[in-house]
């Protein structure tokens, strides 16, 4: 089998991530139902502090945080030094959460670098990214790690001439069409699309071109990327 390169995006395709935010808004709705606001209003206000401040800011769960404290200002019209207070302990709660990988994620990672090059390709706020992957214990198995601003075509194109990769065995693996698919086949590169049970709205978007391969889980790499027998 031929040498590839194999990179890999982290939050919801090596590990749980989207999960937490999940928890986390479902917390905020709950605070803010009982200060009189709908759950659609409050949701749709905290859309809208999103569109804000992450072209501005960036991802990452403390951001996330001042998201929602943007969001219950925006609707009370005031500060609410408790409340902001709760937000701040939200993000911190998903920040410091113990990195849980998927099933099959380490042995099949393991197994894979046995064969081909392997790196870790994430987008968010640097530092808490960095983190994870060095909690995650997978550096172990992988070459090289990079924390993106955006993953989109630029970003990409400066990868593949930076790593020097060959595009026609190097491989984009991840759960996010807007950051993973899309953009990586802009750039020449091939597709596995590993979709998670739950998909983020913000890197919702139209397969355009179809991933060159989609699975149901992380594990079934194997029969794509290892010698069989
Ligand atoms: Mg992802």
């Not at 390169?5 to 999960?19: F, G, K, P, S």
């Not at 949701?43 to 401040?53: G, N, S, V």
């Not at 593949?160 to 990586?184: C, F, I, Q, Y």
Request: net charge negative; hydrophobic share 40%; with cysteine.
């Amino acid at each position: 089998m031929r040498r590839a390169c194999l990179l890999l995006d982290a939050d919801d395709t090596l590990w749980e991530n989207h999960a937490y935010f999940l928890r986390a808004i479902e917390a905020y709705l709950v605070l803010m139902e009982a200060h009189g606001h709908t759950r659609p209003i409050a949701l749709e206000a905290f859309r809208a502090a999103e569109r804000i401040r992450i072209p501005n800011h960036g991802y990452g769960s403390l951001g996330f945080a001042q998201s929602l404290i943007m969001a219950a200002q925006s609707l009370d019209g005031s500060e609410r030094p408790r409340l902001e207070e709760e937000f701040l302990r939200l993000g911190q709660w998903i920040h410091d959460h113990p990195i849980e990988l998927f099933e099959g994620v380490e042995a099949t990672v393991a197994a894979l670098a046995e064969h081909h090059a392997l790196a870790i390709v994430t987008k968010g706020a640097p530092r808490e990214q960095e983190s994870k992957i060095r909690r995650s214990g997978l550096l172990r198995y992988v070459d090289r790690f990079r924390v993106l601003r955006e993953k989109d075509r630029a970003a990409y194109d400066s990868l593949v001439a930076e790593w020097k990769l060959d595009p026609s065995t190097t491989w984009m693996v991840g759960n996010s069409p807007r950051s993973d698919m899309n953009p990586a086949k802009a750039a020449g590169l091939r597709t596995v699309y590993v979709p998670h049970r739950t998909l983020w709205e913000v890197e919702a978007e139209t397969l355009e071109p179809l991933p060159d391969h989609i699975l149901t889980a992380f594990g079934e790499l194997r029969s794509l990327f290892l010698p069989t027998g």
